[in-house]
């Protein structure tokens, strides 16, 4: 059966999706650079969003029937906007760390360990 | 041979770029590699969007994510990418417990993706009908009026009760809060040397 | 009964009342920051006193407005016209004379309590007295307060007081206490002007109280000073002798009568209660005094409880109490509840005999002296001892003959004895405040003699010039810095507005005036003293020639008094202001006082001369005093029934009064001549009089030995007493309580030991394991980012892998 003749439906997006999630958490994970941790953090955000919007769309689920309707579409976009939020004031943390410590590593900032 | 479904080609394209390079962004170690990596993941997203049908999602994508986060992510990447800090080595260690994790949540992940029959598809290959362009909805209902229910019931629903005036608002706001924070974290302070004014 | 007095009387005098109050809770509150110093407070106490002033001038004019004052023997006649019909019933067909209650204003302003038929109230009783009373009042403490404004301005920075000597040799120095003394001022005047406000004898009982710790706040105003301290206390304990003898009155009263009211008020349903003066001189009984059913009842309380026994069976229970009403007329005709009549009005006399300084008690008022001189003012003439004159005035109509008679003789007593001491003493205050005591005993004897108005007359008279005096005695203590009038003298030159104003009083005191000598000058011309004494001597005389025994005597100690009077009023003007210095220091440094001062002194000095005027239907303190007399007769005593009270407006007859004022007038001119050839020309030397009759100089210098005579009789039985409770109280006692002390210490030990091992072990214990608990826990808390984010993961895929495995089973 040739994977490209056939239809694809939400379970290929939410496996894109899955995907995209867990680079995401590996970078976050892994990563010692700040801006590393910053990327992941985009990554797991978009793997998200597909899945919203991907659930969001008619002609991809055998039935006809979109599970969220637009909602989901909307919560991608609120989504997106508070990413940009977020990157906003996670870099602006980020270089006043830098300032201070002379330092993006994230395991150097570890002054309110137990 | 069966014919080739146009969709679901530029679906796994799309998907694959977007998969690998996050993968990439993942394994490199160089800081500015990998904001160039995000940028074609991201934007291979926006595609994948586009592919779902929500083609105002999939530009905002583009627009905001890829003109706009990014760009900022970059910039940040500028500003602090110097000597020891373009490349950061972690400690194999950490690698292989990540690893671990990874296959542990992809493995947690897929198959629940497969796990709805509905999800897995039309039964047709006679798919990708006609697309609606979503920008007018979603913008009436950012506005108050939800015009993709206006005939469901209960009727309160086609009122404007469902709609996303106030979220939008307080995203607004919040962004708004959340620019002059930025700007107040982010300005260099200059730090005066009290040690010397004493003298 | 007049509408608009009725309502209007009991508002106006009660701002009057409670503006003082006003004043001391404020300078109690912010005293201190009162302007610079807390002068302030004295503005305010003055200006409370002076609203309060105005207050009560208006309501005298509304009274005499509504009830205009005519001459004695119209009275009558104008009660008849009058409003008041209440109290007329049964008065009509009794003799020549209509006779009438006086017109008053009681009512209650608010209900403390109710004790069965026991009201305890707030309220208030307004008649003519209780209004002169109130403008009197005002009025002078209005003038000493001003007085006192300049007087006390030592107070106004930190001082030092040379009189007392620390133990490290130096004098002691202390910051001022200006508004503290007005505080106590306005104090005073509150406690004074509610004892007269008084509608019930219970109220009257507290403010007494009130009047009591104010006099005694006040003399002990300077209260480092030994002698000051102790002649406070002196004051405070020697009144609470009295005072317990007043509250055997009050029971005795409580116990016969059920009330405390005094007059008749109406109750909330309409009906009138009886007050103690109706139940005592009822309309029915023609004002004459009669023992109430009440005391009756309860005298003949064996025979009441006889009879009620006997009904015990009887299905009628209202047929005993039909019974007893109807034997209580004969029950009285036997005297029964008589004598505790004569106990509520003995009792109550001792009161006054306390706070009036009547002997046996008088002996705190000349040491009460240790306060400021606005104090002594205050307290020995407006104030603190005219409550008493004031309190036996209004208590008249419950007095028995007996008690009366003891009023008499005690005035008596006093007065002589007062005067024979004011002569050898040599402190310019101590003799006025001798003079004080004497003058009250006139009052006294005044009232004992049946001479009602004249007694009261004398007290509003008196207040004026003796007031006058002790602010005159005052303002030269505040030149010369001493008391002793043998370090005075020639100070007129130095001090014209003082000395001038001081023999206006003096000429007060002495009752100097014209007797009435011709036909057509039938009241003669004077100064106030001249008539209000006038009056006493005259009601004593017609005492005389009514009741030859007792009369005599009692005529005798008046006549004698006033030319001691004379004599001793006229030996301190004339040391003090006449002939040359005898101290040059102290005529160097003499000085008039500020104007503040001697402005209220010539205001004074006014009323002294004019408060006795009669100026018919405008101004008469005696018609006004008249108004308020209750009418009838005190009746026949059972222990003296052939002592009679002759009527005071046989007083007047020019008979009488033509002898009284000849005796008056010559007994005062011979004591100022002795005076004026003793210490004014200096023709005979005092101190050679001194030689010749030594005895008896010691013994008056010495106050008649009373203070050594109460040291044996009381104070050292006392002194006795205590030391063997003492020796109970250490041997025995003591020895109890610290075996006790000592047990209880042994069970505390042994508590201690568990509370220490075993409540704290346990406590410790617990408190080791959290805190090992938390710092096992704290290695959890590693800062590093990554690792958390590591332990979401596994967390969530530890979740989903147990739902999983929940769900698949």
Not at chain 1, 33 to 62: D, P, Q, R, T, Y
Not at chain 3, 142 to 171: K, N, P, Q, R, W
Not at chain 3, 499 to 514: E, F, H, N, Y
Request: charged residues 10%; contains cysteine.
């Amino acid at each position: 059966m040739n994977p490209l003749a056939e239809p694809v439906g939400v379970s290929h997006f939410m496996a894109v999706g899955a995907v995209m999630f867990v680079s995401g958490v590996v970078c976050m994970a892994a990563k010692r650079n700040a801006l590393g941790v910053l990327m992941g953090i985009e990554l797991v955000l978009n793997g998200a969003n597909i899945n919203f919007v991907a659930l969001s769309s008619e002609f991809l689920s055998s039935n006809g029937k979109s599970g969220l309707g637009l909602d989901g579409q909307f919560v991608a976009l609120f989504v997106i906007v508070l990413a940009a939020a977020e990157a906003a004031v996670a870099l602006a943390i980020t270089l006043n760390f830098y300032n201070n410590h002379a330092t993006v590593d994230v395991d150097r900032a570890d002054e309110l360990k137990g | 041979m069966e014919p080739l479904n146009w969709h679901t080609f530029f679906f796994f394209l799309f998907a694959l770029v977007s998969c690998a390079f996050a993968v990439m962004v993942v394994l490199s170690s160089n800081i500015v590699r990998m904001a160039f990596y995000l940028t074609i993941s991201l934007g291979a997203t926006a595609g994948l969007f586009f592919l779902a049908g929500a083609d105002f999602v999939g530009a905002m994508q583009l627009l905001i994510y890829v003109g706009g986060t990014l760009v900022l992510l970059v910039f940040g990447v500028m500003l602090t990418a110097q000597g020891p800090f373009v490349s950061m080595k972690t400690r194999g260690g950490d690698w292989i417990l990540a690893a671990l994790l990874a296959g542990s949540l992809l493995a947690l992940l897929v198959p629940a993706a497969f796990v709805v029959p509905e999800w897995r598809g039309p039964a047709s290959s006679e798919v990708a009908p006609g697309l609606k362009p979503t920008s007018t909805p979603l913008g009436m209902g950012l506005l108050g009026v939800r015009v993709d229910k206006l005939n469901e019931r209960p009727e309160a629903l086609a009122r404007g009760m469902s709609s996303y005036l106030l979220p939008f608002e307080i995203v607004s706001v919040h962004l708004l809060v959340v620019l002059v924070g930025a700007a107040y974290l982010a300005r260099t302070k200059r730090r005066r040397d009290t040690r010397l004014e004493s003298l | 009964m007049n509408e608009t007095l009725a309502a209007s009387l009991p508002t106006l005098l009660g701002i009057a009342w409670l503006l003082p109050l006003v004043s001391f809770t404020l300078i109690v509150l912010f005293g201190p920051r009162m302007g610079k110093h807390g002068i302030g407070a004295a503005y305010l106490a003055t200006l409370a006193i002076v609203v309060g002033f105005l207050c009560s001038a208006i309501a005298l004019g509304m009274w005499v407005s509504v009830h205009p004052l005519s001459p004695a023997h119209a009275a009558a006649e104008e009660h008849a016209i009058d409003v008041g019909r209440e109290h007329e019933a049964g008065a009509a067909e009794h003799g020549h004379e209509d006779l009438k209650a006086p017109n008053y204003y009681a009512g209650d302003l608010y209900t403390l309590g109710q004790f069965g038929k026991l009201k305890v109230t707030i309220g208030y009783y307004i008649d003519a007295l209780t209004v002169g009373m109130f403008a009197m009042v005002t009025l002078i403490a209005s003038c000493i307060h001003f007085y006192a404004i300049g007087y006390m301005h030592d107070e106004l920075h930190d001082v030092t007081d040379h009189e007392v000597v620390l133990s490290d040799g130096h004098h002691l120095h202390r910051p001022g206490r200006f508004h503290r003394f007005f505080q106590y001022l306005s104090l005073f005047c509150f406690s004074m002007l509610g004892l007269v406000y008084a509608g019930n004898i219970a109220m009257v009982f507290v403010f007494w109280e009130l009047v009591g710790i104010c006099s005694y706040f006040l003399i002990g105003f300077y209260i480092e000073r030994k002698s000051a301290s102790n002649a406070a206390n002196k004051a405070f304990i020697v009144n609470r002798v009295g005072d317990f003898g007043m509250i055997i009155g009050l029971m005795a009263l409580w116990a016969g009568l059920g009330t405390f009211a005094f007059g008749d008020t109406q109750e909330a349903d309409g009906s009138i209660s009886h007050g103690i003066f109706s139940q005592v001189r009822g309309a029915d009984s023609h004002y004459e005094l009669t023992v109430p059913d009440g005391m009756v009842r309860a005298a003949a309380y064996q025979m009441v409880s006889e009879v009620s026994v006997d009904h015990r069976r009887n299905p009628d229970p209202l047929a005993a109490e039909s019974e007893i009403a109807a034997r209580v007329p004969n029950y009285r005709a036997q005297h029964y509840g008589y004598w505790l009549l004569v106990v509520a009005g003995v009792g109550i006399f001792c009161g006054c005999v306390g706070k009036s300084a009547q002997f046996p008690l008088h002996v705190w008022l000349p040491d009460a002296m240790e306060g400021p001189t606005p104090v002594s003012a205050l307290v020995h003439s407006a104030t603190m001892v005219a409550a008493g004159v004031y309190l036996a005035g209004r208590f008249y109509p419950v007095f028995t003959p007996e008690a009366r008679l003891v009023i008499a003789y005690t005035g008596g007593i006093t007065l002589f004895l007062a005067a024979t001491i004011a002569i050898t003493a040599t402190d310019i205050k101590r003799v006025l405040a001798y003079s004080t005591v004497s003058q009250l005993g006139y009052m006294m004897l005044a009232l004992g003699v049946g001479g009602w108005v004249a007694g009261l007359f004398h007290l509003i008279t008196h207040a004026f010039f003796k007031s006058l005096l002790f602010l005159c005695s005052g303002s030269v203590i505040h030149a010369c810095h001493t008391n002793e009038m043998p370090n005075m003298g020639g100070l007129l030159k130095k001090m014209p507005w003082t000395g001038w104003t001081m023999l206006v009083g003096c000429l007060a005191i002495i009752g100097a005036g014209l007797p009435p000598v011709f036909p057509f000058w039938p009241f003669g011309f004077g100064l106030s003293g001249f008539y209000s004494k006038d009056s006493i001597i005259a009601q004593a005389y017609s005492f005389w020639t009514a009741n030859p025994t007792h009369g005599m005597i009692l005529f005798a100690a008046a006549a004698g008094g006033a030319s001691m009077t004379a004599f001793y009023m006229f030996r301190l003007w004339f040391m003090t202001f006449i002939g040359p210095p005898r101290d040059h220091h102290i005529y160097d440094h003499a000085h008039e006082s500020p104007r503040i001062m001697y402005v209220p002194l010539v205001i004074l000095a006014t009323f002294a001369v004019v408060i006795g005027w009669t100026l018919s239907g405008v101004w008469s303190v005696t018609d006004l005093l008249e108004q308020a007399r209750w009418p009838g007769e005190a009746g026949e005593g059972v222990l003296l029934p052939n002592l009679v009270y002759p009527n005071e407006h046989v007083s007047h007859e020019p008979a009488v009064h033509l002898i009284a004022g000849l005796t008056a007038f010559s007994t005062a001119l011979g004591g100022v001549l002795l005076a004026f050839v003793f210490y004014g020309a200096r023709w005979l030397n005092p101190a050679e009089a001194r030689q010749q009759f030594a005895p008896i100089y010691t013994f008056l210098l010495n106050k008649w030995y009373f203070d050594e005579l109460y040291q044996v009789l009381f104070v050292r039985p006392v002194h006795f007493v205590a030391a063997i409770v003492a020796w109970f109280d250490k041997q025995v006692i003591d020895g109890l309580i610290h075996n006790l002390a000592r047990w209880t210490r042994g069970v505390a030990e042994i508590d201690d030991l568990i509370d220490r091992y075993f409540v704290d072990g346990f406590v410790n214990l617990f408190a080791a394991w959290t805190w090992s608990l938390g710092n096992s826990l704290r290695g959890m808390q590693t800062g590093k980012l990554r690792q958390y984010v590591m332990l979401i993961v596994i967390g969530t895929v530890a979740l989903a892998v147990i739902v999983n495995f929940a769900s698949a089973q």
